[in-house]
């Protein structure tokens, strides 16, 4: 499987590519908490936030249709904030007849509702930039200096390097299902649902004990090329004053949204 | 074909919890796992690191496994409880918080800010009341164990579900009586697949290779952990059809407690949440009141789970 499958890393050479991964991790998750903070209905700040964000892409010579339809992923929840809609009181704006209740939309519900996709949108990309320049050993380094503990980083790393090898192997899984369930057009294959569950059962079980088996093997493999516990970048990951000038201005930038939305 | 594997739709992207709320359920996942990272470390660890870090790709490739039930629609598995019942319960909460947190960082799969609250929703409480009740028939007959491992698996997704509902409601978006019902009623029905995939690779690795769940699984926990699956369950159980049936009466009582502020008359429009009476509302006080809120929590946990600990077994 291609790394790209997984890999939303963008290879390039731009500023924000260069930039230490600390600071982007610190940049992205300031600028999402300030997102967070930002007032319902403060729409100025809010195009403020998402000029910071177009600023962002341009400099990582990202494409903007590359963020935008990459931030489609966090849509499906929007659901859970639609009954923000019918439930803040407000000027009422149409009522709607679910059944025995009416649903009445109001302006404030509506704002909520808005203010909400638009913040999770915002967040969601630069989330993406993040990704997109950063690429992902770097990633993990990066929590490692902010003080993620150890064990858990040397975790997140082995399971990004088998991510590939174990995902081939569950499609291998499907896909040898698939060729031996035969089924008339219009049904399914296989007996009662009971049977179909047992059989993705197995399957399940099976990669479970080849990945538990193949654990022990790749240990040894690592130990015989010098593994010592941890796995290391190429990268030097030193902070320079470049790193140090870029992430001020960051963060001023970010501060700008919050003010626009306190002075209102 | 599509790669993406996003079957249960637990995962909250940011935007959708607020400060207090993100805080005090970080507080508790960093809490949860300090612990779990604590009890395996030693001379096993380095060992158990490779191993752990396969079984996180494992879970998450598992999660792609489907079955076709009806209409279009296929079970899955989330993998919180099978990953506790044959690892354990600390390295499957280990596991799991790797899974979910490469889901969030690497496909924007769940927020980064409510990475927290996630990894709490499907990592820490799905372990939890997996392993606790799936202990709670140690000993027992193979077929014994495996009902334990059913009724496990399905309890483990329909409180993941409870959780992410309640955050929800706390957070202000949404309204306690319409999510509480809906987010149950779908993840009943999608603990149903879980618990049938999670009993037949059960069974199967029971069949073939089951010194492998003596090692791992069953030698890790004690008789604490069934109190805290059996504890988390009934919270649930109890409280999920009062909160469905009986939001308003929910409402009131938060409200009287001075813990949901469904403030209308706010100096400007903020998330309605924690505040803190003397600091008024504020993003300020939002935040104090959070973290206040973590600390009691976290408090509160810390206690409880050094209660249950079980010496070490080297």
Request: without cysteine.
């Amino acid at each position: 499987m291609h790394i790209n499958t997984f890999d939303h890393y963008q290879t390039g050479d731009s500023l924000i590519h260069r930039l230490d991964p600390r600071v982007k991790v610190v940049v992205t998750v300031l600028f999402i908490l300030s997102n967070v903070l930002l007032p319902d209905g403060a729409w100025l700040a809010f195009l403020l936030a998402w000029g910071i964000l177009l600023v962002s892409g341009r400099l990582a010579r990202l494409p903007l249709a590359f963020l935008l339809t990459r931030a489609l992923v966090a849509l499906p929840f929007t659901l859970a904030a639609v009954t923000a809609i019918f439930s803040i009181p407000g000027e009422p704006l149409l009522a709607v007849k679910a059944g025995p209740w009416v649903l009445v939309a109001t302006d404030n519900g509506l704002n909520r509702f808005l203010s909400i996709l638009f913040r999770s949108w915002m967040s969601v990309q630069m989330a993406i930039v993040l990704t997109a320049t950063t690429q992902f050993p770097d990633l993990v380094h990066a929590l490692r200096h902010l003080r993620i503990p150890r064990i858990l980083t040397a975790i997140i790393s082995f399971m990004y390097r088998y991510l590939f090898v174990l995902s081939d192997e569950v499609l291998r899984l499907l896909r040898a299902r698939e060729a031996r369930s035969a089924r008339l057009p219009g049904s399914k294959a296989g007996g009662s649902v009971l049977w179909r569950a047992k059989i993705a059962g197995n399957m399940a079980g099976q990669l479970f004990l080849r990945s538990y088996e193949r654990s022990d093997r790749v240990y040894n493999a690592m130990l015989a090329r010098g593994y010592r516990g941890v796995l290391l970048t190429m990268n030097p990951h030193i902070l320079t004053a470049r790193d140090w000038q870029i992430g001020v201005v960051a963060l001023l930038l970010i501060a700008l949204p919050q003010l626009v939305a306190r002075i209102n | 074909m599509k790669i993406l594997p996003r079957p249960i739709p637990l995962h909250i992207p940011d935007g959708f919890l607020n400060i207090g709320v993100s805080l005090v359920f970080w507080a508790l996942a960093i809490l949860l796992v300090g612990f779990a990272v604590r009890r395996t470390q030693g001379e096993l660890a380095e060992r158990q690191i490779p191993l752990m870090g396969i079984m996180a790709a494992f879970i998450f490739a598992a999660q792609m496994i489907n079955f076709p039930i009806a209409g279009g629609t296929s079970g899955h598995m989330l993998g919180g409880a099978l990953a506790a019942i044959v690892l354990g319960p600390w390295a499957g909460m280990l596991v799991m918080t790797a899974v979910v947190g490469v889901q969030a960082l690497v496909f924007q799969d769940g927020g980064l800010l409510v990475m927290g609250a996630n990894i709490f929703n499907m990592g820490l409480l799905t372990a939890i009341i997996g392993y606790g009740i799936y202990r709670l028939a140690a000993g027992r007959s193979r077929n014994v164990r495996l009902g334990a491992a059913a009724v496990a698996a399905w309890l483990s997704v329909t409180a993941g579900a409870f959780a992410t509902a309640l955050q929800l409601w706390l957070s202000g978006i949404s309204a306690l009586g319409i999510v509480m019902p809906a987010m149950l009623g779908v993840h009943a029905l999608i603990g149903i697949g879980e618990a049938l995939i999670t009993v037949a690779a059960l069974s199967f690795i029971m069949r073939t290779r089951p010194d492998v769940l003596e090692a791992e699984g069953e030698a890790r926990g004690g008789w604490g952990w069934a109190v805290a699956g059996l504890l988390a369950s009934l919270t649930v159980l109890l409280f999920s059809p009062f909160a469905s049936s009986n939001p308003d009466g929910l409402e009131r009582v938060a409200a009287d407690l001075g813990f949901l502020e469904v403030g209308a008359d706010a100096a400007y429009e903020i998330l309605p949440d924690y505040v803190v009476p003397f600091l008024g509302d504020s993003a300020f006080s939002t935040i104090a009141a959070g973290m206040v809120g973590a600390l009691l929590v976290a408090g509160l946990v810390y206690f409880l789970v050094r209660m249950f600990r079980r010496p070490v077994k080297i």
